[in-house]
């Protein structure tokens, strides 16, 4: 069965494969929409400018949590936890107790 991918990821896909091939500047909104196959319309109405759209491929591309997510790792959450924590210590005029730091499979660092 062939996977049907939503407009969004199909913008997405097609700015990305543009700014690879041609750069950034040189990558047009128009040949983006018809890469994937919508009306250039579409692409304005899903992100507004081609710098959003830019925007938008780097922030898929280098998702961390999707990665942590691969090696069912919940580091995140428990990262914004310890943030939280130490910018309220802060604010309140203490000082941010030291957290312990988690470890990582050595398998996550491997591409690395």
Same mark, same amino acid.
């Given at each position: 069965m062939v996977e049907v991918k939503d407009t969004r990821t199909r913008l997405l896909d097609a700015a990305l494969s543009l700014f690879y091939e041609?750069?950034?500047h040189a990558? %047009? %909104?128009k040949a983006m929409a018809e890469r994937a196959g919508v009306n250039e319309v579409t692409l304005f109405r899903h992100f507004g400018s081609k710098e959003n759209v830019f925007c938008s491929v780097? =922030? *898929?591309e280098t998702d961390i949590t *999707? =990665?942590?997510e691969e090696f069912d790792l919940e580091l995140v959450p428990d990262y914004v936890t *310890?943030?939280?924590r130490a910018e309220e210590a802060? #604010?309140?005029g203490r #000082?941010? =107790?030291p957290q312990p730091a988690r470890r990582v499979p050595?398998?996550?660092w491997a591409d690395y």
């Open positions: 041609q750069g950034y990558a %047009t %909104t780097i =922030e *898929r *999707r =990665e942590l *310890r943030h939280d802060t #604010r309140a #000082r941010p =107790e050595a398998q996550y």
